[in-house]
């Protein structure tokens, strides 16, 4: 492997750094363990700061009784599961992901739903024409946003609406003893992690650029008070990535865990960042391609 470039970004050296790209979620038939990616899904679908924002931001998009609706990257289908409940017997969900293991895990943790008959689960892109497509928490993980919500544009229909909702790495708020090393770890971790971390933020723009009109914005925010095991886990990925990126060394990675125990143990601990929904309608006539 050759090295990265003096003047490349932290991502890139991360790369190199990592001789694969740093961001699990890219190809996660690719990991030697997929199921443990199944499981933190299903961790945080079922965190119920997790479970209201989700919910807050499917009847902001709205989807209604008896649409046709499209979730890219559905992973293990928390998302599908609760689009179900609003589409109803009269509706249709597909998911579809690029990982095998993903909508196989997917389709056996939706067998024994009751709208079992109404999910619909592909490993490829749509090809419908859906009142609805959505994708959540997808866009910060892949390579080129925009050739995704073209897509995402091109299979729905006229009048249909696109919405994606992303966290917003540039947003995250925690308490800790140590501002400067929790400052590098979360910031620095990020930077090597994703394309964008301020990808939430920008997505108003990503579908006006995809030539979607009427666009609106939902601002939601994560908070946990309890390091639950959502949070939890976050901040354990956080300080293992800061390791293998050579940022901190294990010995400080494992004292600023402690850290937070302690703030915790105190009644003191906050951790919050912004989930940012979003969007817009295909105009009538559009050919889907975008401008
Ligand atoms: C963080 S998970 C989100 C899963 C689900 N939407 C949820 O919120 O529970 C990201 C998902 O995006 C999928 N993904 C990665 N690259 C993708 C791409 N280029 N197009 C569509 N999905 C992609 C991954 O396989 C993974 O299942």
Known sequence: MSPAPSGASPRRRARAHAG??????????????????????????????QVRLRRRFLRFVPVRAGERVLEVGCGSG????????????????????????????????????????RMRWRVASGDGRFDATLAVTVLLHVADPEAVVREM?????????????DQDFGTVAVTHPDRASTERIMWGVATRMYEEPHSGRRLPALLRAAGLEGIRLLTDVFQDTTLEPFAKSFLERRA??????????????QTWLDGFTELVALGDFVLTFNYYGAVGVKPHGASGKGR
């Open 153 to 165: 544009v091109r299979v729905t229909r006229p009048g249909g609406r696109v919405a994606v909702q």
């Open 20 to 49: 694969d790209h740093p961001d699990p979620w890219r190809n996660i038939d690719g990991l030697p363990k997929p199921a443990q990616m199944v499981r933190s899904l299903e961790v945080r679908g079922s965190t119920p700061a």
């Open 240 to 253: 293992a990535n800061a390791v293998s990126f050579g940022i901190v060394d294990t010995s400080a990675a």
């Open 78 to 117: 928390v998302v599908v599961r609760d689009l179900a409940a609003l589409v109803g017997p009269r509706g249709e969900v597909v998911g579809i992901d690029p990982s095998r293991s993903m909508v196989e895990a997917a389709r056996a943790l939706a067998r024994t739903h009751a709208l079992r008959r």
